[in-house]
């Protein structure tokens, strides 16, 4: 049985202040406790404390980071660890997103190195995979997934391997207003679990989730989570406002 997890990804939006409006609003939304949806967000470092110190009334969210390094401490200029993350509240970091792979020059290498070390620490990794535009065009999407998903997990065991969460974005589809359709978003994350259930066996692959990202918004996450291999979603631009964050916990209940 795997958990639907509806994780909002702020990127570089929402200073300390913002961060606690946000919460206040998301408190009026009177949202019950979700019974079968976990829910996240990840604001900037910056903003983790505001957000954590505004959990008490709202116990049921949970807080992460968009990025960490692999070291624990030491001369890591403009660089934070995962005991940092830890202290600060967190319980979850996003790894690899397709923004630091393209302007920050992730690759698989380090993305499985960070994701080990998040693993090491008893947080939750959210590692993202996706193909550019250029790639989906020529047809290569597959193959460049599946490079992806061997890169980042090769070596894992199968105990790692079920405590990470993938997120599969469409490059194409960030940011962009262009959703994959349900039935293409299905049919890669069918694909990532046969690489997965090649990689770790079936049981394993059939444990780990995988969430879409990629424009989802309360206008189509019903339609994208009806979908049998699509755990959950990581959203940017609508997890920003309190009322369209609480509207995708409501759809994910409700599916
Ligand atoms: P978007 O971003 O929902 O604004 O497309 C998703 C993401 O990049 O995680």
Redesign the pocket.
Known sequence: MRTTLIAG?W?MNMGPRETEAFFENLSKEKLASPKKTEALICPPFISLISAATRLASLPWVKIGAQNVHFENNGAYTGEISTSMLQEAGCTHV?IG???RREYFGETDTIIQKKTRKVLESGLTPIT?VGEVLEERKSGSHFDVVTTQVKGAFEGFSTAEMEATVI?Y?PVW?????ETASPEQAQEMHAHIRSILAEMFGSETAENVRILY?????PENAGELLAKRDVDG???????LAASSFAELIRIAEAS
Request: aromatic share 0%; charged share 15%; proline share 0%.
């Open positions: 990804n990127k996003i997103h397709s923004e993202c997120a974005e589809a960030i940011g962009t207003g990202g990629g424009s989802m918004k979603g990581l959203i940017g631009g609508a997890s």
